[in-house]
């Protein structure tokens, strides 16, 4: 279908269509400040191939996390304006917005008390990460202040978190406090281990994720993702992806 944009010899077969999802809402594409693509050019070919997976709408998800990567609306609206450059002078077939991933650290927390402008996907949603290795004292709290805040919280790859593995009811809370889940396409194919792919079937098996995301960092991510084709929940499951399509972006 987009043979003409990969070039004419490119007879290599399509293993994975994503176009039911259409649009991404976790990536890391704009270069140099997280630990997401480097250049605009690794940003381009990463570009191109979520195309060629289905793509046609991307909301790249810059991290905020304070002790590491200090981002701000203003560093990631003006990364998000060159590649947006990029794309247009490559005339790649894809809109391209900018939110954020927010962890959950201190400085997350007053920025939500201070009501410090936060860059948000549709629906004035906002994604954000726990820790991996150790919870937070307070995460349900934590969510629920989200939401009370006038945000709509998604969690960032639930599945990842292994302290949750063995309480699966905490999910359930979560969802029934209002926060939206969103899996890694990559959970599902044991990129993260095997206790992260059984947690992620159990969460879709429930009916307790609402997106889909790539979170690619690296093209090796996209080119893992273009492999795991034969995880027929990629196929099956009502991802709610494209409902983000098209809102008019806070
Ligand atoms: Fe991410």
Known sequence: ML???????????????????????????????????QSVEESLTMIKKMIELGINQIYTTPHVIWDCYRNTPDTILSGLEMIRNAVVEAQLPVSI???????????????????????????????????????????SETLFMIVEKGYQPVLAHPERYAYFHNDLSVYRKLVDGGCELQLNVLSLSGHYGPGVTRTAEWLLENHLITFLGTDAHKMAHLDSIQKSNRHGWLLKYPFQNEKLAFIRHK
């Not at 009501?115 to 004292?137: A, C, F, I, K, Q």
């Open 97 to 139: 917005n900018a939110a954020a991933e927010y962890f959950i650290d201190e400085h997350f927390i007053q920025m939500m008390q201070t009501g410090e402008r936060l860059l948000t996907l549709p629906g004035n949603r906002l994604l954000v990460e726990l820790p991996y290795s150790t919870p937070l004292m307070n995460t």
């Open 3 to 37: 043979n003409w944009l990969f070039g004419k010899g490119d007879s290599k077969k399509k293993e994975l269509d994503l176009l039911h999802i259409g649009v991404d809402i976790h990536s890391h594409l704009i270069p140099g400040i997280d630990d997401g693509v």
